[in-house]
């Protein structure tokens, strides 16, 4: 092999963007974190979100070069290059057919609403879903435009999808979202969520590509865009910080849960901590992340149910939307009062 060979096949050299990066921050609230005052002081507050991907996952119906192989019932299957897994998408159009009204019906049973991280080309695929959230009072968040990996995406590419995303949960719901998971964002997706709301004068309240906390936090946005504002300090991100351990989508890890009581012990187990810490003055909050091709199936749904009225037994729990916490977070504590 050629040194010129070599140096190609090199991967190029890490180097801080200041448009697009942030710097780590490992203090956070530090040892006596704020007390958030829930509304009716409350000692925790749940946020339950779906998950809604199906039909935006890889396929080479949607221009793909593969098919899907992450988070399936066939854990570690390798993709297919250049071809369809009709099995796999299946799957996925199991979560849009029937998985994800009859998590929805769980939760109206119990009368409780929670958030959707909506796929923008899912809810394209089945309009039905956002119009049964806003007949809940369920908020449509958004996924991104596709359920893939964003991280080599082209800028411009990336920004598109941004774009047609808050097009059409704008169609879809009568306004923009509020806040976005992207999952698998890339280094510019923060940066270019930041740019876009401000030039089409929306309101970005939250993000919650982040685990890193069980309260809400302040990230200050990249120093080169708040260079580019003049004068004006830019207000910081604010992040809801998500959660990949009370998740369903370890049912489909290769250290998987083997049963539905696998996920109800493991929530109520971090219920409990957490509410227990709240009874000795320092509430929290806590996220819940289902999607409806996993936990909508029979033998799961179950546990959903289970945790649903356990936590529905418990007085003093306040079951929110994300932007009900965003807004509560932010005239409570208002970046203003915490420092910058």
């Known amino acids: 092999m050629s040194s010129t060979t070599s ?20 203090i956070g609230h530090g040892p006596r974190p704020p007390h958030p005052h829930w509304p009716n002081n409350a000692k925790i507050a749940l946020s339950f979100v779906i998950n809604y ?39 996925y159009d199991y979560g849009a057919r029937a998985g994800i009204w009859r998590l929805l019906r769980v ?38 435009w596709r359920w893939i990996d964003y991280h080599s995406m082209p800028k411009a590419q990336e920004r598109a999808e941004i774009e047609r995303c808050i097009d059409l949960i704008t169609a879809q719901t009568g306004q923009a979202p509020r806040g976005w998971y992207i999952g698998r964002l890339s280094p510019r997706s923060q940066s270019l969520l930041h740019q876009i709301y401000k030039e ?7 993000l919650s ?29 604010l992040i809801l910080p998500y959660s990949l351990d009370t998740n369903d989508f370890k049912y489909l890890m290769p250290n998987n849960w083997s049963s539905p009581d696998d996920l109800l012990h493991y929530l109520i187990g971090a219920f409990d901590e957490l509410y227990a810490e709240g009874e000795e003055g320092s509430p929290k909050m806590m996220s819940i992340g289902l999607h409806a091709r996993i936990s909508g199936r029979p033998a799961r749904i179950g546990a959903v149910r289970k945790f649903v009225e356990y936590v529905s037994s418990k007085p003093d729990v306040w079951v929110a939307t994300r932007e009900e916490i965003a807004r509560h977070w932010m005239a409570t504590h208002p970046y203003e009062s915490v420092g910058k």
């Open 53 to 91: 991907e199906e039909g935006g996952e890889y396929s080479v119906l949607n221009g793909d070069a593969k098919s899907e192989s992450y988070l399936t019932e066939a854990v570690g299957a390798a993709p297919r290059h250049e071809a369809r897994n009709t099995n796999i998408e299946s799957e």
């Open 209 to 237: 590509d982040s685990y890193a906390d069980d309260l809400p936090y302040y990230q200050p946005i990249p120093s080169a865009l708040n260079n580019a504002q003049g004068s004006e300090v830019a207000r910081p991100f």
């Open 107 to 144: 939760f109206e049973n119990a009368r409780l609403k929670g958030t959707v991280y909506g796929v923008g080309l899912a809810l394209e695929g089945n309009p039905a879903v956002a119009k049964e959230c806003q007949r809940l009072g369920w908020e449509v968040g958004s996924h991104g």
């Open 7 to 26: 140096t190609l096949n090199q991967p190029t050299k890490y180097t801080w963007d200041p448009l697009h990066d942030t710097p780590r921050n490992l």
């Open 200 to 206: 089409r004068g929306l309101e970005l309240l939250w």
